[in-house]
């Protein structure tokens, strides 16, 4: 069958996205995460990885995995039902657990799964889900396939959510909200306790995809629901990420004994894929004890955001209300966002250009996110550059 004819013209479709600047392409990564980056032969002063505590290569954090490599080997083997279930799994389920406040910790393979599963194992036909209209792709997903009523409030809007909880023929089904805890390329957080009064009120769960707040937000890095100080009975679904401020892989499900065990009977992204390699686990064992005792990881964190937002500012680009180390700067067509980026690649800083359809058309933007590893000298480096680019 051809590609390039009737319903098959692929080609077309491609040449359609270049024309629109809407075209990606992979780069090829040659050294460690960091601030400091080899990508396709060429240095980089990079500022868009969610490294943000600057552990993916951390000694310590290394160590920890060519030890638990050597001991458990370098693959999952099976399922977790099978006999993919390690002793450095659970011991990590139980760390989180306790690190989050909540009964028991699930472990997913990706952030993706962690959604697909949780929202699919809980929600059916007849059901009733709730999303943020900017919550993250997975979570979108997740609401579509569960053949739950899907239906999207105002972002980060507590008067919208509470007109769609409202609405007569759900008293008897299950109710679902979802919504980022940091909103991924806006950087912001939602307001998390009215979310969850509205959803007591009106006997819903509340779900909060906080991959984005864990290690970066709260006195002790746990995050959107420490930072308002939510317990388990405010947010019933609790999802993190380790690829992120954890700076290893994989995703969890946090909450009750009851939720737990519905999703190991139910979650079909958790019952049918290999478990995550064990040295993975034990890892994170070590980033995660790195993430509650450096605490300065995250005081030096908010000092790069206060004096990034202040130049920025200063400098008159647009920026969002974000505290968090994700600091987009909408520029607002995409050929100029490319073209922005393109210019300070050249000059060796590293930055991504979010275009469509991952934010809405005319808001394409540079997401400048930032690690512990930066230097407040690095910082002042963008911002210089940032200052030259304005005329152009």
């Given at each position: 069958m051809s590609n390039e004819t009737g319903p098959w013209a692929l080609s077309?479709?491609?040449?359609?996205?270049?024309?629109?600047?809407?075209?990606?392409?992979?780069?090829?990564?040659?050294s460690p995460q960091g601030t400091q980056v080899?990508?396709?032969?060429k240095p980089y002063l990079a500022f868009c990885s969610n490294d943000y505590l600057g552990l993916a290569n951390h000694p310590d954090v290394v160590a920890a995995f060519?030890?638990?490599?050597?001991?458990?080997?370098?693959?999952?083997?099976?399922?977790?039902?099978?006999?993919?279930?390690?002793q450095q799994h659970h011991?990590?389920?139980?760390?989180?657990?306790?690190?989050?406040?909540?009964?028991?910790?699930?472990?997913?393979?990706?952030?993706?799964?962690?959604?697909?599963?949780?929202?699919?194992?809980?929600?059916?036909?007849?059901?009733?889900?709730?999303?943020?209209?900017?919550?993250?792709?997975?979570?979108?997903d997740a609401g579509l396939l569960s053949g739950a009523r899907f239906q999207r409030y105002q972002h980060a809007n507590p008067t919208s959510l509470q007109q769609y909880l409202s609405k007569p023929?759900?008293?008897?089904?299950?109710?679902?909200?979802?919504?980022d805890g940091v909103f991924s390329m806006d950087g912001d957080i939602p307001p998390l306790p009215e979310l969850a009064q509205s959803c007591k009120e009106k006997n819903a769960w509340l779900m909060v995809d906080d991959a984005h707040g864990f290690g970066t937000l709260g006195e002790n890095g746990g995050g959107c629901v420490e930072h308002f100080n939510l317990g388990q009975n405010d947010v019933q679904v609790l999802m993190g990420t380790l690829g992120k401020a954890f700076g290893t892989s994989g995703a969890?499900?946090?909450?009750?004994?009851?939720?737990?065990?519905?999703?190991?009977?139910?979650?079909?992204?958790?019952?049918?894929?290999?478990?995550?390699?064990?040295?993975?686990?034990?890892?994170?064992?070590?980033?995660?004890?790195?993430?509650?005792?450096?605490?300065?990881?995250?005081?030096h964190l908010a000092e790069l955001i206060k004096r990034f937002r202040h130049g920025a500012d200063q400098l008159g680009y647009e920026l969002m209300d974000s505290a968090s180390p994700i600091q987009p700067l909408v520029i607002g067509?995409?050929?100029?966002?490319?073209?922005?980026?393109?210019?300070?690649?050249?000059?060796g800083v590293l930055i991504t250009a979010i275009r469509p359809p991952t934010v809405p058309k005319g808001t394409a933007r540079l997401r400048v996110t930032f690690s512990a590893d930066h230097t407040l000298e690095q910082v002042d480096t963008l911002l210089e550059l940032l200052d030259q680019a304005r005329p152009k």
């Open positions: 077309s479709e491609l040449e359609a996205r270049k024309q629109k600047h809407l075209y990606r392409k992979r780069r090829l990564l040659q080899l990508l396709d032969n060519q030890r638990a490599a050597n001991e458990c080997g370098v693959g999952g083997g099976a399922s977790h039902l099978v006999n993919g279930h390690h011991a990590l389920e139980e760390e989180l657990a306790e690190f989050t406040g909540r009964d028991r910790v699930l472990l997913f393979s990706n952030g993706y799964m962690a959604n697909i599963g949780a929202v699919n194992a809980l929600l059916g036909k007849g059901d009733l889900v709730l999303e943020d209209r900017l919550n993250h792709a997975s979570l979108l023929g759900y008293d008897d089904k299950r109710k679902l909200v979802v919504t969890f499900v946090a909450g009750s004994e009851l939720l737990i065990e519905t999703l190991i009977q139910k979650a079909r992204t958790y019952i049918y894929t290999t478990a995550m390699p064990p040295a993975i686990a034990a890892a994170t064992r070590v980033s995660l004890k790195l993430l509650q005792k450096e605490n300065w990881r995250r005081e067509s995409e050929e100029k966002a490319l073209k922005l980026t393109a210019w300070l690649e050249n000059k």
